[in-house]
């Protein structure tokens, strides 16, 4: 795994200087490849590529960039293609010499090939930068899920790129102005979905999607895409033998590696699995981590003792770390590995099980991605349950459930049942697009109204946010309402929120993770599967646990969801409480005056008093706070 960054430059920088500016960018993200270091200039056409190595396969002839044999194409590239063997061995058979065992190489050649359509032979997680120096142009490429992270920009005449926008804004001439679409599309979901950022200036290229430069121009064109058609034909027991057969190949092709390898155990299904099948003709003790959580958290429960069932079954190494609440030097670790706000609050867990695992490994597999691909979120169940409450007649639906559900209390425990209730009962009267927005918004309607102080300003910007997850869920991709949910989480909160913190906790540990789970062909085959075979009699990841039952101890099995989360909501009822009063004062938020301070003192006391549970709203606004007191103050 590695970072990436460079400079196509359309006004007079010279090679020194391009040298010194590219120089700065990779130190940037040194974090993200400690092992290595390399930097192209190509003085005459203004271009510098630079990289920043962790060494993972082909140790001693892996550096970078790389060059194909008359210098022509140059590269930069952070991910790993797990069929490189196969493309290389067909190049091969096309008369293409090899000079190393890089993935990185077998990337040039099938450039050379196949031009820009050589993403479609790619299997794996990867962001790229080719410069073609034939034809004059850079040729920049996400991968399909999105695993791999890739920012840009225009500025001062020249294009920019890098694996983060530290790199970007390590110029510090780049206007750090706020993106007001970006700023509200936050505090909806927590995270900003691409391409936008939260700056006015950057955008990230979307999974699935490259991106051209050529004469100063941009192009980008989508590449793939899932689309969701049930076969209806297929039986269960047919199901289940293929994607399990797609799923062992996938955990297979992911032990690819030449440095010590482990995974996360959390005591979910997806992690369990992939420990099980990781165990599968493998003599030696695989390493597994998990985390726990500790202070004053008042009969939360974490899954540390199912990990513990799973690693004694399959006799692991097995390791634990308790999280206390004594995270307020935290904070700054996790806004300066996003450049931007991200308030999903599995960033702690995520952080220390990545530091973790490094101390013991260098790359570490997850089961991240079941929950979307199987049909694994307590969300989903509500959705499939408010098919049949739409069913009821409105007039019931609005005098009675509307007004008992009001009554109801917000409760702290990790399920959440009574508050996704409350949430879909809210937005029930609504299409399903604008349902499931509801659901997914963090951001109450009765805090929205007057959430910021100058609301005019902001008001377009929300309708644009929302409009552009409408749009998602509208897609002609999925037809049945439960797989356009499907497919609308593949397309926003997988990349943009799951997958971007599995990044950057990650690679701020110098850790590469790998996700079996979203491997695109496992992807694309379980898109054929018919939601009601994945969520049966409102059982979630009904299939995928029929699939694996054998491979699992029955309580792994059977236990309630907890999700890789933390008791955030209690922690900021006791623990952090001062910490979030301090953050969110009156004197605080006069800082950029963005908030109203009288809703921003509505939403801590509806939650002190338990009236609602906006926990990630309020730890949202606090990591708000820590980006604009590093980045905009």
């Known amino acids: 795994m590695c970072g990436i960054a460079g400079i196509y430059n359309n006004i007079s920088l010279d090679r020194a200087e391009l040298r010194r500016v590219t120089t700065k960018m990779i130190d940037a993200i040194s974090h993200r490849g400690p092992d290595d270091s390399g930097c192209f200039i190509d003085g005459d056409d203004k271009v510098a590529l630079g990289h920043r190595r962790l060494s993972i ?21 952070n991910g790993e293609i797990y069929n490189f063997a196969a493309i290389k061995a067909e190049l091969i058979l096309k008369g293409h010499r090899f000079s190393s065992n890089s993935d990185t190489e077998t990337i040039i050649h099938a450039y050379e090939e196949w031009g820009e359509e050589c993403v479609q032979k790619l299997r794996g997680m990867f962001a790229f930068c080719i410069w073609d120096a034939s034809s004059k142009m850079l ?11 890739l920012f840009y920009a225009q500025h001062n005449g020249k294009f920019v790129f890098a694996s983060e926008m530290k790199s970007i804004l390590a110029d510090p001439h780049f206007p750090r102005s706020i993106d007001s679409q970006g700023l509200t599309a936050y505090f909806l979901f927590s995270y900003i979905p691409a391409p936008l950022t939260i700056f006015e200036g950057i955008r990230k290229l979307m999974p699935g999607h490259y991106l051209t430069v050529k004469n100063g121009h941009i192009t980008i064109k989508k590449y793939w895409d899932v689309v969701f058609q049930p076969d209806t034909k297929k039986r269960e027991p047919e199901f289940i033998s293929q994607f399990m057969e797609l799923l062992e190949e996938s955990v297979k092709i992911r032990l690819m590696s030449d440095v010590p390898l482990g995974a996360f155990l959390s005591g979910g299904i997806d992690s369990s699995t992939v420990v099980a099948l990781m165990s599968k003709g ?15 958290i008042g009969g939360f429960d974490d899954e540390r003792k199912y990990a513990r069932l799973v690693a004694d079954r399959y006799n692991t190494e097995h390791r634990e770390y308790e999280v206390m609440p ?43 991605g079941g929950d979307e691909t199987f049909g694994g979120y307590e969300r989903y169940l509500g959705f499939q349950i408010s098919q049949f409450y739409n069913k009821i007649p409105r007039i019931i639906r609005e005098k009675v459930f509307m007004n008992l559900i009001g009554k109801l209390p917000e409760i702290s425990s990790g399920t959440y049942k009574i508050n996704h209730m409350k949430r879909f009962i809210r937005s029930s009267s609504t299409n399903y697009a604008r349902q499931y927005l509801g659901f997914v918004s963090k951001l109450n309607e009765r805090y929205k109204s007057s959430f910021f102080t100058d609301q005019n300003y902001y008001a377009g910007a929300f309708d644009s946010a929302e409009r552009d997850f409408l749009d998602i869920f509208n897609a002609e991709n999925a037809e049945d309402p439960m797989n356009k949910v499907f497919y609308t989480d593949m397309k926003t909160y997988l990349p943009e929120d799951i997958l971007s913190c599995t990044d950057r906790m990650s ?9 079996p789970f979203i491997d695109h062909k496992l992807v694309e085959f379980c898109a054929t599967i018919p939601p009601e075979m994945k969520m049966k009699w409102f059982r979630k990841k009904y299939l995928l646990k029929k699939g694996v039952s054998h491979l699992l101890p029955g309580p792994v099995l059977t236990h309630q969801k907890q999700g890789f989360v933390g008791p955030m909501t209690k922690w900021l009822q006791t623990d952090l409480k001062a910490l ?45 706070q820590t980006w604009f007191d590093l980045y905009i103050a």
């Open 282 to 296: 493998d003599n030696s003790a695989i390493k597994t981590f998990s985390i726990g959580f500790g202070g004053n």
């Open 580 to 624: 979030t009063l301090k953050k969110l004062s009156h004197d605080s938020l006069q800082k950029h005056d963005i908030f109203n301070p009288e809703t921003i003192k509505n939403i801590l006391d509806d939650h002190y008093s338990r009236r609602e549970i906006n926990d990630t709203l309020i730890w949202s606004l606090l990591i708000f």
């Open 507 to 515: 690679m701020c540990n110098s850790l590469e993770v790998r996700a």
């Open 326 to 368: 004594a995270i307020e030097d935290l904070l700054d670790v996790i806004v300066r590995s996003f450049d931007e706000p991200f308030a999903d609050d599995s960033t702690i867990p995520s952080y220390y099980v990545c530091k973790i695992a490094r101390e013991n490994v260098t790359v570490a597999l997850s089961g991240l």
């Open 139 to 149: 040729f920049l490429a996400r991968d399909r899920l999105g695993k791999k992270p």
């Open 57 to 77: 396969i082909d140790l001693k002839t892996g550096h970078q960039p790389m060059f194909n044999e008359d210098g022509t194409i140059c590269i930069v590239f």
